[in-house]
């Protein structure tokens, strides 16, 4: 049974037009969020989720290299209004636990790598992305234990790579990403 479901709104506005079409109710490029959040008790999760690709700049990545770390993985593109918004407070939150015990990775969905790259420059985004667009393996490897059905949706992994939290919409502002992170990480491994 999931432990909390909590309905979250949007704050903030973005001086874009995609974003302003978004807080106007257009929805334009947005697959709808029903806006909740839910915590998984841990006997209640599944397997941990293995996932791997190459990220905007180039670089391999494996879920095995953050092995033992609560790890934060974010569903997004960059059309996506919502995606825009919540950015600056994912950056944050990864400025904040960033480092030795946690790790944050974007699953972009939408974009070849040039436009992943453009946004990351233009929001100041310093965690890495996985250019997923071409093949969909990424979202498809966490389809079991959590299917993937709005942008954005935030994960957060558990030390073993099990989903114990999902956000889905764009995060309020940062302290709902934060608490569960700390939650994640307050666990025994």
């Known amino acids: ?3 909390a479901v909590f ?5 903030g506005c973005a001086p874009d037009p995609v974003s302003d079409s978004f807080l106007k109710g257009e ?9 909740s959040i839910v915590e998984i008790p841990v ?30 993985v974010n569903f997004w593109y960059a059309g996506c209004a919502p995606c825009r918004i919540e950015a600056k407070d994912l950056e944050s939150v990864w400025q904040e636990y960033g ?17 992943a790259q453009a946004f990351a420059d233009e929001f100041g985004i ?26 954005p949706t935030t994960l957060v992994l558990d030390r073993q790579g099990r989903v114990a939290a999902r956000i889905i ?6 302290s709902i990403l ?8 307050a666990e025994t491994p």
């Open 99 to 115: 480092g030795e015990d946690v790790a944050f990775i974007g699953i972009n969905t939408r974009d070849q790598a040039d436009t």
């Open 126 to 151: 310093t965690y890495p992305s996985l250019i997923d667009v071409n093949t969909a393996e990424a979202k498809l490897a966490f389809s079991e234990a959590v299917p993937i059905q709005a942008t």
């Open 43 to 72: 006997a209640e999760r599944s397997e941990p989720v293995a996932f791997s690709g190459i990220t905007e700049t180039g670089d391999d990545f494996d879920s095995a290299d953050n092995a033992g770390k609560v790890t934060v």
């Open 169 to 174: 919409g764009p995060i309020d502002g940062t």
């Open 7 to 11: 309905a979250i709104g949007l704050s």
């Open 1 to 3: 049974m999931l432990a």
């Open 27 to 35: 929805n334009t490029g947005y697959v709808a969020a029903d806006g």
């Open 178 to 185: 934060s608490t569960l992170v700390k939650d994640a990480l």
